[in-house]
């Protein structure tokens, strides 16, 4: 099983301020997904991080809201810019192993970001 | 629309059995999972059922009918540390994963 490093796991912010969130993979992977947690709520997928093109983004999410990086096949961050209170919420970097295109999701224990 | 249905919150005691059901409309279906997840914490892999029936690991067991698009979560001898959140996913035609917004399960002494 692949384990997940994510820091900050938690972070207080600003109102129009940028935080960047990194994720780091104990094995190389091919796709990392960005999802979002509000608080009571289920997983919201971001978007999905390819290694050497662009990442690919769900509805309601654009790169100039959560640019994303992915540098190599190990590590990729996530920026949440111009940060409003409606983005407090907890922001998780996941991969999948196994069983192809069906395979489980491991996930990196969270960063909780407030923002004031 | 694509659907996840499961209840929002279950109350049970410690020991008993309880079974936590999920109902899906997805176009297509490539497979289930169940996740658990505590507060405060990322989610982690419990279950994965792709075909009809039963599959048992340990104290916990996960169930699919895909022609009645139902699945649900069975979990014996409560222990309670099984106090989490519980979450259905399914995988549609396209391999995109489709979360259900979770039970939060209270174990009671």
């Known amino acids: 099983s692949a384990v997940i490093s994510q820091k900050p796991s938690r972070d207080i912010c600003q109102r129009g301020t940028s935080l960047t969130i990194q994720c780091q993979v104990d094995?190389?992977?091919?796709?990392m997904f960005w999802y979002r947690q509000q608080p009571g709520q289920s997983l919201t997928l971001i978007a999905t991080?390819?290694?050497?093109?662009?990442?690919?983004?769900e509805s309601g999410f654009v790169i100039d809201k959560f640019p994303i990086s992915r540098p190599n096949l190990t590590f990729s961050t996530l920026t949440v810019s111009n940060m409003s209170p409606e983005d407090s919420s907890i922001y998780l970097c996941?991969?999948?192993?196994?069983?192809?295109?069906?395979?489980?999701?491991?996930f990196g224990e969270g960063s909780r970001l407030t923002v004031l | 629309g694509q659907n996840i249905d499961q209840p929002t919150e279950m109350t049970a005691t410690e020991g008993a059995i309880v079974q936590i059901n999920c109902t899906y409309q997805?176009?297509?279906?490539?497979?289930l999972f169940w996740y658990q997840q505590h507060a405060g914490e990322a989610p982690t892999f419990l279950s994965y059922?792709?075909l009809d029936g039963l599959e048992e690991k340990g104290r916990f067991s996960s169930f699919l009918s895909r022609s009645k698009g139902y699945s649900y979560l069975l979990l014996k001898e409560l222990q309670m540390k099984d106090s989490a959140s519980y979450l259905c996913?399914?995988?549609?035609?396209?391999?995109?994963?489709?979360w259900g917004a979770g039970t939060k399960l209270i174990i009671k002494p």
């Open positions: 996941s991969v999948q192993q196994g069983r192809g295109d069906t395979g489980e999701l491991f």
């Open positions: 094995s190389q992977v091919t796709m």
């Open positions: 991080a390819n290694q050497g093109s662009e990442a690919t983004y």
């Open positions: 997805t176009s297509g279906f490539n497979g």
């Open positions: 059922n792709v």
């Open positions: 996913a399914v995988t549609d035609s396209n391999y995109q994963l489709i």
